[in-house]
């Protein structure tokens, strides 16, 4: 009996072998049509050479430009595509789906940039070292949203709480000194952060409007005292700012580090604070009570965890991260605070969290490549490439919905993320 | 509207009486919306915003501002301020043009100017206030060629719209002038007038992007840059000012950003100076004095609606002979015999 049904319907088990050898098959046409835009598309003025600057003159060790011949590389790139996508198309390997398209995407903007270039040069080390600054308020507003979001509490308000970070930092800054003013910063996130957990948890107000209120708040708080104050005294808001400093011989190796060792307070801090909350969440008891609150309160609850002071800390602790993120646009930056000056980075953030599925490490990744995009398109605009300036200002954007849907895909929240739990 | 029309007639001496009595009593009042940026910019809302201060010192008038936050912002605030009984609107910005036109034809009896729109054809109660600002960044960009260590010099937008291109054409063919008149090869990144592409970034918010940009111009050889982003800049200013002024010097747009940004003034080697203020004040008057009417008012280097700001920190280091050719260069925009742009 058993057999005989097992017979007439698929077991859900080949259904998804079915629909993941699908998946294997279209990315597999995928790279094939890009192996023919790299071939047709990605045309190459023949004997012209992409130079790639990797150190400055000041740099401690020296090493040559990277000097790549524009055609035969575009001519190679669109041979590994096309192997990868002929591979993927009749095999259908769906084990190495998602590595084939990775390294595929990865071989077209390495042919796109020889194209771009081909017959002018850039500095490829200060691109790189662009990617990871401009990561920075992206990646801890994202770990901001993974801390609250982990314990279920929808985190809309990061934006303010960036911006709070950055008005606390230069105007404490200003009066106090750099160090005082980031602790500010750090306090002042903190404080909107137990302000959005009591709004949501004691209150049970909806997670989203109390996000946009605090958004809102600040805002317009800022605004005003930027607007009415900062210009008539101006000593409030002439911060000092955080150098970049050099590690010692990891700083000097070339490329990587300008890119991961001479950079400021800020990078370093976003970088460690990463590697911390990845190890608190998924190896201390206290990281699985936080995520069991997330998931399933209710269970969590009965096996002895407060549920309302888990949810209090933790997002009282993502407005801490996300102060901090706050203080590098005025205190590892510009030293001043303008309106507005977050522009929305705290929203970027909350997507890198959702892209890089509610985990750190994903949510630091996710901003890496979004800052990649984006300093990628700044050289772009000053090769006079034929791409418009409006496509190029896109390309952060477009660049993370291309790996998201491609790399990523279905991303699942916490359980009961955005619920609010009532004790019986 | 007859009805109404009735009921003035019949109480039309009461009611002159009264308006006369009132119009005596309360002052004239000049309102403006600002564009994005906010009005403590430092440079193009600050500096409209002070002709209606300087209108305020010089006459006994009132003046108001809202600031639009973003650009969904323009319509709600200009609804608010047409029921705010102002007797002048000034709106600040390119990016108003659509919402001004809508108001100006929807209330005919209110009096508008905005500036950086010209309307063709042009709309009877709005005067339009345009630069000709490609002629004071003709002169930055000569200046610019000359004093660059590198032979490298950098521009960045906000947007890509007209007003702020205009900057970026003047500063461009100011450069190549400088290299037809000295057989030099200085380089101009971050604006191509051909294409009418450049780098931009897509907003006038956001400071660590000035710096981003400025800091990517740099590392491509560039050792001054003029930003041309509103408060964008002063994110510049800050890199130039932690890298020395040897690697990397400013030049300031709109206002003399020596002055609206004192503490990183050594920075700035000059400004390009887009005398809003003055135009501001200028349509305030007419408005004041009746001879108000649709149109337009061009600033130029003529009229001195734009121009160069002292050199401030510079003066000492700009070679005297670069002094006297942009003076001569200044007197041939005005004279007609030195055409901006080709």
Known sequence: ?424 | MTFLNKITARTGLAAALLAGTVMTASAFTACQVTDTGGIDDAGFNQTAWKGVQDAMEASDIEGRFLESQAETDYEANLNSLIEGNCDIIVTVGFLMGDATKAAAEANPEQKFSIVDFAYDPTIPNVLGQVYATDQGAFLAGYLAAGMSQTGVVGTFGGINIPPVTAFMDGFYYGVQYYNEQKGTDVMVLGWNPESSEGLFTGNFDSLDDGRAFAENLHQEGADIVMPVAGPVGLGSAQLADEMGTDSLKIIGVDADQTQTDPEKAHVYLTSVLKRMDSTVTQVIDMAMNDTFEGGLIVGTLENEGVGLAPYGAFEDSIPEELKAEIEAVKAGIIDGSIQVGM
């Open chain 1, 1 to 424: 009996m058993t057999d005989m049904t097992s017979q007439a319907t698929p077991s859900p088990d080949e259904k998804l072998d079915s629909a993941s050898a699908r998946r294997a098959r279209i990315m597999g046409g995928v790279l094939i049509a890009l192996a023919l835009l790299v071939l047709f598309g990605l045309n190459v003025t023949p004997g012209e050479v992409a130079t790639f600057r990797l150190t400055t003159p000041r740099d401690a060790i020296q090493v040559g430009n990277l000097v790549v011949p524009g055609g035969p590389f575009n001519m190679i790139a669109a041979a590994l595509l096309a192997f990868l996508g002929v591979r993927q198309f009749l095999r259908g390997g769906a084990k190495w789906t998602n590595l084939s398209l990775g390294i595929g995407l990865a071989i077209l903007v390495m042919a796109f940039l020889v194209w771009a270039t081909a017959g002018k040069s850039f500095s490829l080390t200060g691109m790189l070292q662009a990617t990871m600054v401009r990561a920075v308020p992206i990646a801890l507003g994202g770990l901001a949203g993974v801390l609250s979001e982990r314990v279920a509490v929808v985190n809309i308000a990061i934006e303010g709480m960036l911006l709070a970070g950055a008005f606390t930092g230069a105007l404490i800054g200003s009066l106090l000194g750099g160090w005082v003013g980031m602790f500010a910063a750090i306090l002042v996130g903190g404080g909107f952060g137990m302000l959005l957990a009591a709004l949501v948890v004691t209150y049970r107000m909806d997670q989203i409007i109390a996000g946009v209120v605090i958004n809102l708040f600040v805002l317009g708080v800022t605004s005003y005292v930027s607007s009415q104050v900062f210009s008539e005294y101006r000593h409030l808001n002439n911060a000092p700012t955080f150098r970049a400093f050099k590690i010692p011989l990891l700083g000097d190796i070339p490329v990587i580090g300008p890119m991961l060792f001479n950079q400021n307070l800020f990078v370093y801090g976003a970088l460690i604070l990463v590697a911390i909350s990845t190890y608190y969440l998924f190896h201390t008891k206290n990281g699985l009570r936080a995520r069991a609150v997330g998931e399933h309160p209710r269970a969590a609850d009965t096996l002895g965890v407060d549920v309302y002071r888990t949810r209090y800390i933790h997002v009282t602790l993502g407005g801490m991260v996300a102060g901090f993120g706050g203080a590098w646009f005025t205190l590892g930056s510009v030293g001043r605070f303008d309106e507005n000056m977050t522009n929305g980075r705290g929203y970027i953030g909350l997507a890198a969290m959702i892209f890089g599925r509610w985990h750190p490490v994903g949510a630091l990744s996710a901003a890496l490549i979004f800052g990649f995009a984006d300093s990628i398109q700044q050289k772009l605009a000053l090769l006079n490439t034929p791409i418009p300036s409006e496509f190029l200002a896109m390309a952060p954007y477009i660049a993370t919905i291309i790996v998201v849907a491609g790399l990523i895909g279905r991303s699942k929240p916490p359980a009961a993320n955005g619920t609010p739990y009532t004790k019986e």
